[in-house]
């Protein structure tokens, strides 16, 4: 547990954590913090953050809302208690919630309880709305965001001086992220750095204020920006440079994974590097790159991830195909047509898919999402975006 001298921090109790409306109309924003238990640090920054800003509704444009998340497993400190609640988003759980077929234990409530509140804001408040995840990790870091690939989310999250991850949905099954995404709206995370460091909270509140900065919810002078702008400027490195992860070492639960000591996320390591070892085997690097989320404590699926840095070139070159609409011309190649809906979802065979490189479907916008017998699935990040909602925003 992070120690905190000041009062006003709490584990909540409820699921709002506050919500703050101002005298003029904008955007509405909805943060979460502790959809992992063991994450107080985005819960605390709410906290704090939303006592100041019910003090500055005159300034204030639009709507702030910050929900905790897994509010069972924040109070006894742990991940999750039966499941872990940011891998239950997917459609045929969210489908399940309200029958008896949720079988997550305390997790179906937490679930029920967020999805309905959210689901209260999106039908009450007027957009464009914004989401923002917030996380930690058990390993240190410096702070960094995830996102989901799209264009929409790229021009928005390039703001902050942050390095960006893109691409986490093609690895993790029903983050409540992913499933934010498909509705089309713009949500990412932000990994403000270790679980119990006092520096996690204060990266925090700098991310929600420069937030209330990006969408417009506050002024630079109101949301006093330069001042936490250069605080998360000093605290991370490589800032605006987009990432894209390459490999995931997913822990089957069969042996003790043990990461080598000394690994920091986002440090350099070459191909045949020994990284962990994992039983007996020792686990050595497949690519050369940056590791990312190197696993050393608690429970979790993912042992690290290796990533790349995306070089400007690609992601102008994405932009233009993907504004174009290119990738109508993908089922003209060998081994690739269109699954359900028709535009939106493609079928691969596997073994062509071993010949098109996966970077082809990423730069037109595609990510992986389900493995079939003989094919990937590949899903369209553009074609959800509510881009139209956006276009009259400063940022865009
Ligand atoms: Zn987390």
């Not at 979460?32 to 005159?58: F, R």
């Amino acid at each position: 547990m992070i120690d905190t001298p000041e009062k006003i921090f709490e584990l909540p109790s409820k699921r709002i954590i506050g919500s703050v409306s101002g005298a003029l109309p904008g955007p509405t924003l909805i943060f979460v913090g502790g959809i992992h238990g063991n994450e107080p640090s985005g819960v605390y920054a709410l906290q704090k953050v939303m006592l100041e800003l019910a003090d500055q509704k005159d300034e204030l444009k639009g709507t702030v809302v910050a929900l905790a998340g897994n509010i069972s497993a924040l109070q006894k400190g742990m991940r999750y208690l039966n499941y872990d609640l940011n891998r239950l988003f997917t459609k045929e759980n969210i489908s399940n919630l309200h029958s008896d077929l949720c079988e997550f234990e305390r997790e179906c409530e937490e679930q029920q309880e967020l999805c309905d509140a959210i689901d209260k804001i999106l039908n009450e408040r007027p957009g464009p709305f914004y989401f923002f995840d917030l996380h930690t990790t058990s390993g240190e870091t410096v702070p960094f965001l995830t996102v989901n690939d799209s264009l929409l989310n790229r021009r928005f999250t390039k703001q902050y001086p942050a390095p960006i991850v893109l691409g986490i949905e093609e690895y993790l099954d029903g983050p409540l992220l992913s499933y934010i995404n498909e509705l089309g709206y713009v949500a990412f995370g932000f990994e403000a750095g270790q679980h119990t460091s006092k520096q996690s909270i204060q990266n925090h509140i700098a991310f929600i204020m420069l937030s209330l900065v990006f969408t417009g919810v506050l002024s630079k002078e109101d949301a006093n920006y330069e001042q936490h702008y250069q605080m998360l400027h000093r605290s991370t490195i490589d800032k605006k440079k987009f990432y894209e992860i390459i490999f995931r070492y997913r822990i089957d639960g069969t042996h003790i994974f043990k990461m080598n000591p000394g690994y920091t996320n986002f440090q350099r390591i070459q191909k045949h590097d020994s990284l962990a070892v994992y039983g007996e085997k020792v686990l050595k690097a497949p690519y050369s790159g940056r590791i990312f989320m190197p696993l050393y404590q608690g429970k979790g699926e993912d042992g690290f991830f290796v990533i790349r840095e995306i070089p400007v070139f690609f992601l102008w070159l994405s932009k233009w195909f993907r504004s174009r609409s290119l990738d109508r011309f993908l089922v003209l190649l060998p081994g690739v047509r269109w699954g359900e809906p028709k535009g939106e979802v493609l079928l691969v065979n596997k073994t062509i898919a071993l010949f098109l490189a996966k970077q082809l479907f990423h730069l037109l916008g595609y990510r992986s999402k389900k493995v079939g017998a003989s094919h990937y699935i590949m899903k369209n990040r553009e074609k959800a975006s509510r881009t139209l909602e956006y276009v009259f925003e400063s940022w865009f």
